[in-house]
């Protein structure tokens, strides 16, 4: 199931992509929340983007420094969208 995810998300980025670049992070965005959001509000808060991280490099699989520096950075850098510091990402927020 998740490489059927992957591959129909990889096709939707292609298409977006072809047509303009913020099209593709509209829609990268888009898909990202609607995977990722637990709890159905539309957006996501810190333990689902912990687990979006945590889903991209698994700690069990990925351990150490290095893939812990990963990790962090990655968490960061959905962090520095929230642009209204509400502590929760939305679509819009991810797509900029």
Not at 52 to 65: C, I, R
């Amino acid at each position: 199931m998740r490489n059927c995810m992957a591959a129909g998300l990889l096709a939707l980025l292609t298409g977006a992509c072809a047509l303009n670049a913020q099209t593709g992070l509209a829609v990268g965005a888009g898909v990202t929340v609607a995977v990722n959001d637990r709890d159905g509000d539309g957006m996501l808060d810190a333990a689902e983007v912990q687990a979006l991280v945590a889903k991209v490099f698994p700690p069990d699989k990925l351990p150490g420094g290095f893939w812990d520096g990963m990790r962090t950075s990655l968490t960061a850098a959905y962090w520095a969208r929230d642009l209204d510091h509400d502590g929760k990402l939305s679509v819009a927020e991810l797509a900029r």
